[in-house]
């Protein structure tokens, strides 16, 4: 099946700083997908983004598709940031995830 | 609120007791899913299910079955539970796949933590 690998497994910022989180995918996909786990431990939806590039605010992610990679962008990083950010890849009935990328931003 | 709830948020039990999460989503779906976070937060499928098909992970023991009363409801139900299942179980849906695609966003309800002592 499908492999999903995110990297830097850990980040560490001050606030206001910029990152680039990756995910690598080892097969084509048709949907992938940027979660955002707080630290109550809700899943939130970044972004559905199969290819292309999408913007929310302060996040923006690209997918290339063809290259098997995604990247998550957070510009101006709060606080709030923090948390776990999962990249999930679907090719079959469901939704493979990757371990994820643990985020703490500080003041 | 449309979304995707469950019930309960937590749940503590013995070993060996037989236990359900409920799941129920608002959103007009035709696909529900159980998802298992472990303690190292890994996430990975457990069910997938629509009106016409169940599609089982084949690493799930069959101690955990899903059962859905109407669409709008994908329920969990496990039976004689060992320690191995203390985990937090997500449950998920997702639209049918628009023209020319062939799947959709998914998206998640607030999980269940479940402790077995």
Partial sequence: ??????????????????????????DSVNNLQWFHQNPWGQLINLFYIPSGTKQNGRLSATTVATERYSLLYISSSQTTDSGVYFCAAQAGTALIFGKGTTLSVSS | ????????????????NDKSIKCEQNLGHDTMYWYKQDSKKFLKIMFSYN???????????NRFSPKSPDKAHLNLHINSLELGDSAVY????SHKPLPG?????????????????
């Fill in chain 2, 51 to 61: 009106n016409k098909e169940l599609i089982i992970n084949e690493t799930v023991p």
């Fill in chain 2, 1 to 16: 609120d449309t979304a995707v709830s469950q019930t309960p948020k937590y749940l503590v039990t013995q070993m060996g």
């Fill in chain 2, 101 to 117: 695609t062939l799947y959709n966003e998914q998206f998640f309800g607030p999980g269940t933590r479940l402790t077995v002592l």
């Fill in chain 1, 1 to 26: 099946g499908i492999q999903v690998e995110q990297s830097p497994p850990d980040l560490i910022l001050q606030e206001g700083a910029n990152s680039t989180l990756r995910c690598n995918f080892s």
């Fill in chain 2, 90 to 93: 997500f449950c998920a849906s």
